[in-house]
């Protein structure tokens, strides 16, 4: 029998995709709930939402940070101006990179699934901060029954093969069956498919050829893959011995996030250029006052915008913002 989802139904919907916080995705869950159509062909559908919003009613009932708790926590709640998930089959090196890259202390020693628990840290670009999460080593030889929780704050993926690896197709194949298993699929630069699980996580996904500085002519190696994969993730070679490709990681990171820097004054005031507010490529002024306080969002009438082209000139709320102008907002 045929779902018949109403447009308020599935703006739920993509609410509950687009969102990262648990907080977020439990109210999301809660409108889905509530604007479903209730018949027999959304009984499949009704259910799956029952159990998300138990899940994330137990997750979110849990002992937060300085409590009481059995364990590390399986699941980052996203800080920074992204979370981007580093994923990899066993000894891929990244872990290494991840303490290279955020002065973590994430565990890299030279034997399979060293990393148990999720690891966060800081990678700086310019003065916007990203926040890498070391995974665990994805193998169905070593199932993580919560693995896929631990991705859906993440806003991106990077996966990180050691192409020097003798069996790094055929690892590389399986992280992806365990991930899809677990309803979680890398996506590429290409975005979600037409047809989309409303409860998968389809996360952008870049590869990092790692340890290259011990593999010289590493692209036609990546040629290789690819071609034996099917995979063709954008790539970028990166060695923490030799330190190659590190120093363009955070740039080419910001620029695939698609992540613009937003700076705001009050009215007679300079601007403040110490703490930009960060949003994506495609945003507005409304998304902007979202950021800020849910009420000047609700009473949010126009905007002035300074950058190169404008000097304080008066914009609408679905104005488009670019990276590094400077916002005043009127409400």
Wanted: charged content about 25%; aromatic content about 6%; hydrophobic content about 40%.
């Amino acid at each position: 029998m045929p779902a018949n989802l109403t447009p308020d139904y599935k703006a739920a919907e993509a609410a509950f995709r687009k969102a990262r916080d648990p907080a977020d995705r439990l109210e999301a869950l809660r409108e889905m709930m509530r604007l479903i159509p209730k018949h027999k062909g959304t009984e499949h559908l009704r259910a799956d939402i029952k159990t998300r919003i138990k899940e994330l009613t137990e997750e979110l009932a849990a002992p937060r940070k300085g409590a009481a708790r059995t364990g590390p926590p399986t699941v980052i709640r996203p800080e920074g101006a992204a979370q981007v998930a580093l994923v990899g089959p066993p000894n891929s090196g990244k872990s290494a990179l991840h303490a290279s890259l955020t002065g973590s202390r994430a565990s890299a020693e030279p034997y399979p699934f060293a990393t148990q628990y999720p690891q966060p840290g800081m990678l700086m670009v310019d003065d916007v901060s990203i926040q890498l999460v070391d995974l665990p080593s994805v193998s169905s030889t070593h199932p993580i029954p919560w693995i896929g929780n631990a991705l859906q704050p993440a806003d991106a993926a990077l996966l990180v093969v050691d192409l020097a690896e003798p069996g790094c197709v055929e690892q590389v194949l399986d992280l992806h069956e365990v991930l899809a298993s677990r309803r979680v699929h890398l996506v590429g630069d290409a975005g979600e498919p037409d047809e989309v699980d409303p409860f998968a996580r389809y996360l952008p996904t870049w590869m990092l050829v790692a340890k290259v500085d011990l593999l010289p002519g590493w692209e036609e190696e990546l040629e290789a893959f690819r071609e034996l994969s099917g995979l063709r993730y954008p790539a970028l070679g990166v060695s923490v011995e030799s330190g190659e490709g590190l120093d363009r990681l955070g740039r080419w990171l910001y620029e695939r996030l698609g992540v613009i820097r937003v700076y705001t004054k009050a009215p007679g005031r300079a601007p403040d250029m110490s703490r930009p507010f960060t949003l994506r490529r495609g945003e507005t002024v409304a998304d902007l006052a979202v950021l800020i306080h849910k009420d000047i969002a609700r009473n949010l009438r126009f905007a002035r915008l300074w950058n190169d082209e404008m000097e304080g000139r008066q914009v609408g709320r679905d104005h488009v913002l670019e990276d590094g102008d400077v916002v005043e907002l009127h409400s």
